[in-house]
């Protein structure tokens, strides 16, 4: 399969398929807590038969057009992940996310993955709408969006239960006109 180099760091974005289901709860397991701290992903991937029924649903997702999964390698190890969450072509809108182990944190690895996704969203695929919804407590993410240029739309207030925890979520955009005109 491909693998799109993200610099000279040895970091790759590859597919995330179903047979890297061993692979993703070995990385899973390397940043649980770390990674559970914004997002419930390491809930789902409690163990390997929850790594592949999450893995085959973006399989599927992606065999209907409607999300997509991507993982980043550095140095040949899974470290992290980008997904089209939501893939809606006739409207044009898609959301995107991530997740990355504490060891890959602070490397630049979702900014430069995700400049390589947004130029395919807008370019190859004619999305007119990406959006980035993060936890308002996650700095690093929002971080991610303003180095993409987003634009913070909003907060959803204590809208999303988790760990028995009501959080904010702060919603973020960009669209193809903006990122087009940006030097990227």
Same mark, same amino acid.
């Given at each position: 399969?491909?693998?799109?180099?993200?610099? &000279?760091?040895?970091?790759e974005?590859r597919? *995330? #398929?179903?047979?890297?289901?061993?692979?993703? *709860?070995? /990385?899973? +397991?390397?940043?649980r807590?770390? %990674?559970?701290? /914004?997002?419930? =992903?390491?809930?789902?991937?409690?163990? =390997?038969d929850g790594? !592949?029924?999450?893995? !085959?649903?973006y @399989?599927?997702k992606r @065999?209907a057009?409607?999300?997509?999964?991507?993982? %980043?390698?550095?140095d040949?190890?899974?470290?992290?992940? =980008?997904?089209? !969450?939501?893939? +809606?072509?006739?409207?044009?809108?898609? &959301?995107?996310?991530?997740?990355?182990?504490?060891? @890959? @944190?602070?490397?630049g690895?979702?900014?430069r993955?995700l400049?390589?996704? *947004?130029?395919?969203?807008?370019? #190859? !695929?004619?999305? /007119?709408?990406? &959006?980035?919804?993060?936890?308002?407590?996650?700095g690093?993410s %929002?971080?991610?969006?303003?180095?993409?240029g987003?634009?913070r739309e909003g907060?959803?207030?204590?809208?999303?239960? /988790?760990?028995?925890?009501?959080t904010?979520? #702060?919603?973020?955009?960009?669209?193809?006109?903006?990122?087009?005109?940006a030097?990227?």
């Amino acid at each position: 399969m491909y693998a799109i180099s993200l610099g &000279e760091d040895g970091a790759e974005l590859r597919p *995330l #398929e179903v047979w890297h289901a061993a692979e993703l *709860l070995a /990385h899973m +397991d390397r940043g649980r807590e770390f %990674i559970g701290r /914004h997002v419930g =992903l390491p809930d789902v991937v409690a163990d =390997l038969d929850g790594a !592949r029924a999450w893995l !085959r649903s973006y @399989a599927d997702k992606r @065999a209907a057009d409607a999300g997509a999964l991507h993982g %980043i390698w550095l140095d040949g190890r899974l470290v992290g992940g =980008l997904l089209f !969450r939501v893939w +809606d072509t006739p409207s044009g809108v898609c &959301e995107a996310g991530c997740w990355l182990e504490p060891a @890959a @944190a602070g490397r630049g690895l979702v900014t430069r993955g995700l400049r390589v996704l *947004l130029d395919w969203a807008f370019g #190859e !695929r004619g999305m /007119h709408r990406v &959006e980035w919804h993060v936890s308002s407590a996650n700095g690093p993410s %929002i971080d991610v969006a303003r180095r993409l240029g987003m634009t913070r739309e909003g907060v959803l207030r204590e809208n999303y239960p /988790h760990r028995g925890v009501r959080t904010s979520t #702060e919603v973020w955009s960009v669209l193809a006109p903006e990122w087009r005109a940006a030097d990227h």
